[in-house]
């Protein structure tokens, strides 16, 4: 499963069950193309932005054989949440050791709320030393902020994403 | 790889991803510093994605401070002069017996104003941001 693209309803499946997933499609009855469909195209959508803004492919398989907690949860929040694409990639990147710089949320009831985070480029971006830099205003977004975590060294605060699956 | 030192231990509770909080405690402790799987032989910068993505798995690790300290305890193992230069890690990974912990293992040199520093702020921290219940850590 590197290719988003390439892969079969079939395969979607597969990914959902090595993720520990697959109960998502219990609640769906008997029609689970559809929801398999999406997960395809999210997949798709995920990979096709990453390679557009990074020049290389996530390769989930492979995160999912060597570190199966870490693959379990990029897929569990990929197939079980309704996240934007930008934020998908935003997951993965921090996966990937990206560090926090700055994260900002503004909660406004009945109103606008806006999320944004900048991580610090992982070594051989194509944008050099250019924080990156995630914004949503989309509700779905807004639950990752369950998984950032601080923690305080020499007094000083340090914010760091820590995504852990939930099955 | 004569390592030597004195043992940490404390318990955590099951579920917390230890190996990650370790890695992220340690970039505001030694930001430069060098990751080594204890059963492998290479070296990686902590900035690598492959350290992150996949030996966040890991369950028994080395750190050494820097390029210069891995290579140091290459060449010379654990001298005098590198005791306090690299951290092993160990965390009980037994499955086989249901528990709310595990036991989570830090070797160091000697326990200088640095280190026991850093090990008071993570355990604080690994207490506090896994919301671990009081009898579950001993201290």
């Given at each position: 499963?590197?290719?988003?693209?390439?892969?079969?309803?079939?395969?979607?499946?597969?990914?959902?069950?090595?993720?520990?997933?697959?109960?998502?499609?219990?609640?769906?009855?008997?029609?689970?193309?559809?929801?398999?469909r999406?997960?395809?195209?999210?997949?798709?959508?995920?990979?096709t932005?990453?390679?557009?803004?990074?020049?290389?492919?996530?390769?989930?398989?492979?995160?999912?054989?060597?570190?199966?907690?870490?693959?379990?949860?990029?897929?569990?929040?990929?197939?079980?949440?309704?996240?934007?694409?930008?934020?998908?990639?935003?997951?993965?990147?921090?996966?990937?050791?990206?560090?926090?710089?700055?994260?900002?949320?503004?909660?406004?009831?009945?109103?606008?709320?806006?999320?944004?985070?900048?991580?610090?480029?992982?070594?051989?971006?194509?944008?050099?030393?250019?924080?990156?830099?995630?914004?949503?205003?989309?509700?779905?977004?807004?639950h990752?902020?369950?998984?950032?975590?601080?923690?305080?060294?020499?007094?000083?605060?340090?914010?760091?994403?820590?995504?852990?699956?939930?099955? | 790889?004569?390592?030597?030192?004195?043992?940490?231990?404390?318990?955590?509770?099951?579920?917390?991803?230890?190996?990650?909080?370790?890695?992220?405690?340690?970039?505001?402790?030694?930001?430069?510093?060098?990751?080594?799987?204890?059963?492998?032989?290479?070296?990686?910068?902590?900035?690598?994605?492959?350290?992150?993505?996949?030996?966040?798995?890991?369950?028994?690790?080395?750190?050494?401070?820097?390029?210069?300290?891995?290579?140091s305890?290459?060449?010379?193992?654990?001298?005098?002069?590198?005791q306090?230069?690299?951290?092993?890690?160990?965390?009980?990974?037994?499955?086989?017996?249901?528990?709310?912990?595990?036991?989570?293992?830090?070797?160091?040199?000697?326990?200088?104003?640095?280190?026991?520093?850093?090990?008071?702020?993570?355990?604080?921290?690994?207490?506090?941001?896994?919301?671990i219940?009081?009898?579950?850590?001993?201290?």
């Amino acid at each position: 499963m590197n290719s988003a693209a390439t892969s079969t309803l079939s395969d979607i499946r597969e990914l959902l069950k090595q993720a520990r997933c697959e109960s998502y499609l219990e609640d769906l009855g008997g029609d689970t193309d559809a929801y398999l469909r999406l997960v395809q195209q999210k997949l798709q959508s995920f990979c096709t932005e990453y390679e557009r803004m990074f020049r290389e492919t996530p390769n989930i398989a492979e995160l999912l054989r060597r570190n199966q907690e870490k693959g379990a949860t990029f897929i569990q929040w990929l197939a079980g949440e309704e996240l934007s694409t930008d934020l998908t990639i935003m997951i993965w990147r921090i996966l990937s050791g990206a560090e926090v710089l700055s994260l900002s949320y503004q909660y406004h009831k009945d109103h606008d709320s806006v999320l944004e985070i900048e991580i610090e480029p992982l070594p051989g971006s194509p944008n050099g030393a250019t924080p990156e830099r995630y914004r949503s205003t989309s509700v779905f977004d807004f639950h990752l902020l369950s998984e950032f975590r601080m923690i305080g060294f020499n007094g000083k605060p340090y914010l760091f994403g820590s995504f852990r699956p939930v099955a | 790889m004569k390592i030597g030192g004195i043992d940490i231990s404390f318990r955590v509770k099951q579920g917390v991803p230890i190996t990650e909080f370790v890695l992220h405690a340690l970039r505001a402790f030694w930001p430069d510093y060098i990751f080594q799987n204890a059963d492998e032989a290479e070296l990686r910068e902590n900035d690598d994605p492959t350290l992150w993505l996949y030996d966040t798995a890991s369950t028994e690790f080395f750190v050494y401070r820097d390029r210069e300290a891995a290579e140091s305890w290459k060449k010379n193992g654990g001298i005098p002069e590198n005791q306090n230069l690299m951290l092993h890690f160990l965390i009980d990974s037994d499955s086989s017996v249901p528990t709310v912990a595990v036991q989570f293992t830090m070797v160091v040199g000697e326990l200088t104003g640095d280190v026991e520093n850093f090990i008071q702020d993570l355990k604080r921290s690994l207490r506090r941001g896994a919301t671990i219940p009081s009898n579950a850590v001993a201290v």
